[in-house]
């Protein structure tokens, strides 16, 4: 176990400016030491943003870091707000090193480019690595955990959203979370996009906790901002949410790297396990990772980082075999960052996106029998679907407390409301201009996709090969 | 895409489902019977929910291959009908015959919306390792509301075909 001086721990951090460690907290020391979270320094927070924006080199670990401090912060407030003798109070000290705990391992089970392995594989959401990390008594965190007296399935719990307390769940996940608070702030400086900037203060000195009217459940209590302070604020979370949305997360060039590195992983994973293998030199962890349809163990996880991948496609990159031939080019595409794909946005139906789709599909097999690089990307993770469900006038209770900010009445706290409903700015706002769709395309696939699409009405671009 | 197709299909052999949980608790329990539906169920407040789900509905909704029609009560239900181009499309991408997850999700669709999310959150807490009454324990703490359920959506879940 760590030791820590009386005055307690502080990190420098270029969001919090400072984040303190009280010495009652030295299990989140000890943590911070396991190798479990020091991978995490190995793996970046925006995946492939730094291709688009040069500053997005931030990793998981000091996001996480972050997250923490935002998870004392709100616990903090709310104390401050309800006082020592208030059940929600006590509640809260109850269960503030979980909370706390929680906070800071809420990413440790994200994968090396994360979601495109995950959509490469569909085998195990990062969620789930993460609840077998903190499950696993051989892992350095349920050590840590055990050692200091808390309960690794109560931590996993609150990060798997079924701990019995909402208010607990909320700090660590929800609409209005630590997870959320950091990750915008963070994002938008490192990547100098400015529009991520909120108040955290006053968002933080306006929460208070309420329930949706007409939910009984005493546990249901929700993290909530209180309605005579905090519409601003979160009218201002919401928009740097959309703003960041549209001017980060769902960045063109970004998604199409994306999109090449999940063709990319395809067709190494399509080597991997036919005849051909993949490269010599390839590091022996991506080649089994590959083989094993992105099974791995826990020892195995923690030396693959983002490192390894890179690694490997330096090897493939030089491969000279025609059988190698799409990954060659995709590694090579990657690690110079060469454009190869155009992209055209849609606006057709489902019908028309999945006619697409089966028309790209059968186009011709690439020489190494590789399929076609195309990519239809459809971003489904709405920047604030409160308000995509509110403008529709179709919400259910179900949708409004899992999708919305709540605003309550401190002295009527079983009167929560979506903010939505009080905020003229937000009911103005059109959310389906947020969901986009794109078709990706090899630019050397012009000729072939070009029928294809003037059959299906889709205008694309001029394409310069 | 592959998944709002399959929700597509759903809904167009069902021809009804009445209200978004029925749709969210039928296709979290056809998942865990190990029918291909690819969405991520996590648990938020009323239990197993995929947010990329409901997001594949409102956009079958927006295109007009689905409809959804309010009852005038708060909050719920909304029934959701396929549309006639439900049918057309399905039948253009040559998607036709009987789904082998029919029969269950016929039955499902049949029972109270409250207790598939019993049922569901069963399915959920026993893929969670929880047994016995660790099990029973965290179902009455998550849903003190549909206690009543708990035994036979408990015994119904262990024998659920798959």
């Known amino acids: 176990m760590r030791k820590i001086r009386d005055g307690g721990k502080v990190f420098r951090d270029p969001v919090h400016q400072l984040i303190r460690i009280a010495p009652k907290d030295v299990y989140i020391l000890d943590l911070i030491d396991t190798p479990e979270f020091q991978r995490l320094r190995r793996i970046r927070q925006l995946g492939v943003s730094w291709l688009t924006y040069h500053g997005a080199e931030h990793s998981r670990f000091v996001h996480s870091l972050g997250v923490f401090n935002f998870a004392q912060r709100i616990i903090q407030s709310l104390y401050q707000r309800y006082g020592p003798k208030e059940q929600i109070s006590k509640a809260l000290i109850e269960h503030e090193r979980t909370i706390k705990a929680a906070a800071l391992l809420h990413d440790v089970g994200h994968a090396p480019f994360s979601h495109m392995l995950e959509r490469t594989f569909g085998n195990k959401h990062h969620e789930e690595r993460t609840i077998e990390l903190i499950l696993d008594k051989q892992s350095g965190l349920n050590k840590v955990l055990c050692q200091h007296r808390l309960k690794p399935d109560e931590v996993a719990s609150v990060i798997r959203k079924d701990f019995p307390l909402k208010l607990v769940v909320d700090i660590v996940s929800s609409q209005l979370d630590a997870d959320r608070m950091d990750y915008l702030l963070r994002d938008s400086h490192c990547t100098g996009v400015g529009y991520g900037e909120y108040d955290p203060d006053w968002l933080l000195h306006s929460m208070c906790v309420g329930r949706i009217a007409g939910d009984r459940n005493q546990s249901h209590q929700k993290l909530c901002l209180d309605r005579r302070r905090g519409i601003y604020a979160a009218e201002r979370f919401v928009m740097a949410r959309l703003h960041m949305y549209q001017q980060v997360y769902m960045h063109r060039v970004t998604r199409g790297f994306e999109i090449l590195l999940h063709n990319l992983f395809s067709a190494a994973a399509h080597c991997a396990k036919t005849n051909n293998g993949l490269p010599p030199g390839t590091p022996l962890l991506v080649e089994t990772y590959f083989q094993n349809n992105g099974q791995i163990n826990l020892k195995d996880f923690l030396q693959f980082d983002e490192s390894q991948i890179i690694s490997a496609c330096h090897v493939w990159a030089k491969t000279e075999k025609p059988k190698y031939s799409t990954i060659r080019r995709l590694s090579t595409a990657f690690l110079n960052r060469e454009r190869i794909y155009a992209a055209v946005d849609l606006d057709g139906t489902p019908g028309t996106m999945i006619k697409l789709l089966r028309a790209v599909e059968s186009l011709p097999k690439e020489e190494d029998g590789a399929t076609p690089i195309y990519g239809i990307d459809t971003i489904e993770d709405t920047p604030y679907k409160g308000m995509l469900y509110r403008a529709r006038e179709h919400a259910t209770l179900e949708e409004i407390v899992n999708e919305s900010i709540l605003l309550a009445d401190p002295d009527n706290a079983d009167s929560a409301e979506p903010v939505e409903t009080n905020s003229r700015m937000l009911q103005e706002m059109d959310a389906e201009q947020f969901e986009v769709t794109r078709l990706y395309f090899d630019r050397k696939k012009y000729k072939n996709i070009a029928p294809i699409a003037k059959e299906l009405n889709i205008t694309l671009p001029n394409v310069e090969v | ?162």
């Open chain 2, 1 to 162: 895409m592959d998944g709002m197709l399959e929700v597509l299909r759903l809904i167009n052999a069902l021809r009804e489902v009445k209200g978004r949980k029925k749709l969210q608790k039928i296709v979290h329990i056809l998942q865990s019977r190990g029918y291909n539906f690819p969405h991520y169920f996590g648990y938020l407040h009323y239990g197993p929910y995929s947010s990329s789900l409901a997001a594949e509905v409102n956009a079958l909704v927006s295109c007009n291959l689905v409809s959804e029609n309010g009852t005038g009560e708060e909050y719920e239900p909304f029934i959701y009908k396929p549309e006639e181009t439900a049918r057309v499309l399905l039948q253009d991408l040559n998607i036709t015959g009987k789904p082998p997850w029919l029969p269950l999700a016929r039955y499902l669709n049949a029972k109270d919306a409250n207790y598939l999310e019993a049922m569901s959150t069963v399915l959920y807490l026993k893929s969670n390792n929880f047994t016995g009454k660790a099990l029973k324990e965290r179902f009455s703490k998550l849903k003190p509301n549909l206690k009543r359920y708990y035994e036979d959506a408990l015994k119904e879940a262990a024998s659920l075909p798959k």
